[in-house]
């Protein structure tokens, strides 16, 4: 009886070794079959691209939000309409040079 049992119990062993063994090997070729895709897979560079996207978004809140407080002054203040629209231009005009003076970088 002990005989049997002992003889039962190698069984399985060997078959739950065997199944590691299956195991492992799947487990690295599917491993290695990554690994290749990886390496031949080309890399995109992962950077934002456009005139915009090299200005965080602080950066672009902040300058739009500069700009809302222009145009809002200068139609609260300004009483010619012929001045406020040359205004407006001006600033719209001269935004680009603005924003490179104050963020140090170029459009």
């Known amino acids: 009886m002990s005989k049997e049992r002992a003889r039962r119990r190698e069984a399985r062993e060997a078959e739950l070794a065997r199944q590691r063994a299956v195991r492992r090997r799947q487990v690295a070729r599917r491993e290695r079959r990554r690994a290749l895709v990886r390496r031949l897979t080309p890399r ?6 456009g005139r915009l996207a090299r200005y965080s978004r602080a950066e672009r809140a902040a300058v739009v939000g500069l700009v809302a407080v222009a145009l809002f002054a200068i139609w609260a203040f300004v009483d010619d309409p012929a001045l406020r629209v040359l ?21």
Do not use: T
């Not at 995109?44 to 691209?49: A, D, G, I």
């Not at 603005?98 to 140090?104: E, K, S, T």
């Open 44 to 49: 995109l560079p992962r950077r934002r691209s």
């Open 87 to 107: 205004l407006v231009v001006v600033l719209l005009l001269s935004l680009p040079a603005a924003v490179v003076i104050a963020l140090g970088r170029r459009l």
